[in-house]
Nanobody
């Protein structure tokens, strides 16, 4: 199983980025997908998750209304559209896959991507 995250970069506050995570080696439709992030000196935290079926989504409060998670089963890819970025969004962003239901708990996920760095300058 491989999860390949991409799309990170250096942007100014207020800008947008779209992260992508291409999955291979698994039956994508049977996995819930999640995005987590880890800022320097902090623990990894939940950002968003999308279910495998009806595509129910959940977000951490700090990104609600700014970030949107989506998935494309034809491309085995999950996306994180990030708008109105803030300096506090600076982190390495990781995608993860979980067989079964969505979860906000990183320990519930089975597979992880390598991470992509997002830096937001003020």
């Amino acid at each position: 199983v491989q999860l390949q995250a991409s799309g990170g970069g250096l942007v100014q506050a207020g800008a947008f980025l779209r992260l992508s995570c291409a999955a291979s080696g698994l039956t994508f439709s049977t996995y819930a997908m999640g995005w987590f992030r880890q800022a320097p000196g902090k623990e990894r935290e939940f950002v968003a998750t999308i279910s495998r079926g009806p595509q129910t989504t959940y977000y951490t409060d700090s990104v609600k209304g700014r970030f949107t998670i989506s998935r494309d089963s034809a491309k085995n890819t999950v996306y994180l559209q990030m708008n109105s970025l803030k300096p506090e969004d600076t982190a390495v962003y990781y995608c993860a896959a979980r067989a079964g239901l969505s979860s906000r708990d990183a320990y519930d996920y089975d597979y992880w991507g390598q991470g992509t760095l997002v830096t937001v300058s003020s």
